[in-house]
């Protein structure tokens, strides 16, 4: 399934949804990759929460995890320890209901 299509699929209208996981492309990037899926929310009306590295190398940071909503209420919350891998455990904050949620893993 193409990330078009899961954001159709998840985050259509009149839907809240929230959606991490580990997408693998470093959301501080400005590759070419990075831009479509920074354009690719934006189409969609979705926000991506978290705003920490969630990733750590000994050479560098990366933010490769995410957290998606297309409503206000949800916030992210990014977990360095316990350090089990070289990814923080990300977790969502919601103040209302939310019918669907989905995790993509890498």
């Not at 920490?52 to 909503?69: D, G, I, K, P, Q």
């Not at 209420?73 to 969502?92: K, M, N």
């Amino acid at each position: 399934m193409k990330k078009e299509e899961v954001c159709e699929d998840f985050f259509c209208a009149n839907m809240r949804a929230v959606m991490f996981g580990d997408f693998n492309l470093d959301y501080y990037g400005n590759s070419y990759y990075c831009n479509k899926m920074k354009n690719l929310l934006n189409k969609f009306g979705i926000k991506q929460l978290i705003d920490n590295y969630t990733r750590y190398m000994n050479v560098s940071s990366t933010l490769v995890n995410y957290e998606l909503a297309n409503f206000d209420q949800v916030s992210a919350l990014v977990h360095d320890v316990p350090r089990i891998t070289d990814h923080s455990i990300i977790s969502a904050k919601c103040t209302l209901w939310v019918k669907m949620v989905c995790t993509i893993g890498s």
